[in-house]
């Protein structure tokens, strides 16, 4: 089964900030990976595909890179509304497996 | 509005059964593939099954292989998990997802609540 390692496991960060979470697989996985985002009591949403694709309707402040085994999801400024949970998943080869989450919250 | 609704949760002891169910709306059902997602309380996400969108194959987690069947009724728009020899550890909110591009799950329901315990 491949492992997902997300880091930090959580942050604090103010409005305005530029925030980077990592994902690192535990074999190469190319460029299936996938990040969401979820709010406490809501389901996730997906906000990258294909490591580094937007989903529809998503802001532009969001950004994902990396293949292989390294990726990372980039938030450019950080907005009150992106206080929640961030999870990478990857979708290459089942069982498909997810990170374990990282928390942002305001300091 | 593309839409994913789950049903059928409840709260079984050990060994029990469960049917959960999850219907589609918005968009056309059979053009797609989909997941189980579930999540215990307070903890992160775990996958649990799929069923792909072309060639009906199926694949699962290790955790509940040989206990839980996913299924869909492209009629009914509808795609299910059987689940039976239920422990406590399968104690979880349970979402569906569908497949959108890459595999990424872009369509969520709500999810629906499954309680094992005696």
């Known amino acids: 089964d491949t492992q997902m390692t997300q880091s930090p496991s959580s942050l604090s960060a103010s409005v305005g900030d530029r925030v980077t979470i990592t994902c690192r697989a535990s074999q190469s996985i190319s460029s299936h990976l996938n990040w969401y985002q979820q709010k406490p009591g809501k389901a996730p949403k997906l906000l990258i595909y294909a490591a580094s694709r937007l989903q529809s309707g998503v802001p532009s402040r969001f950004s994902g890179s990396g293949s292989g085994t390294d990726f990372t999801l980039t938030i450019s400024s950080l907005q009150p509304e992106d206080f929640a949970t961030y999870y990478c998943?990857?979708?290459?080869?089942?069982?498909?497996?997810f990170g374990q989450g990282t928390k942002v919250d305001i300091k | 509005e593309e839409q994913l609704l789950e049903s059928g949760g409840g709260v079984v002891q050990p060994g029990g059964s469960l049917r959960l169910s999850c219907t589609a709306s918005g968009f056309t059902f059979s053009n797609y593939g989909f997941s189980w997602v579930r999540q215990a309380p307070g903890k992160g996400l775990e996958w649990v099954s799929s069923f792909s969108g072309s060639g009906g194959s199926t694949y699962y987690a290790g955790s509940v292989k040989g206990r839980f069947t996913i299924s869909r009724d492209n009629s009914k728009n509808t795609l299910y998990l059987q689940m039976n020899s239920l422990r406590t550890e399968d104690t979880a909110l349970y979402y569906c997802?569908?497949?959108?591009?890459?595999?990424?799950?872009?369509?969520w329901g709500q999810g629906t609540v499954v309680t094992v315990s005696s």
């Open positions: 997802g569908r497949h959108g591009h890459s595999d990424g799950f872009d369509v």
């Open positions: 998943h990857q979708s290459y080869s089942a069982p498909w497996t």
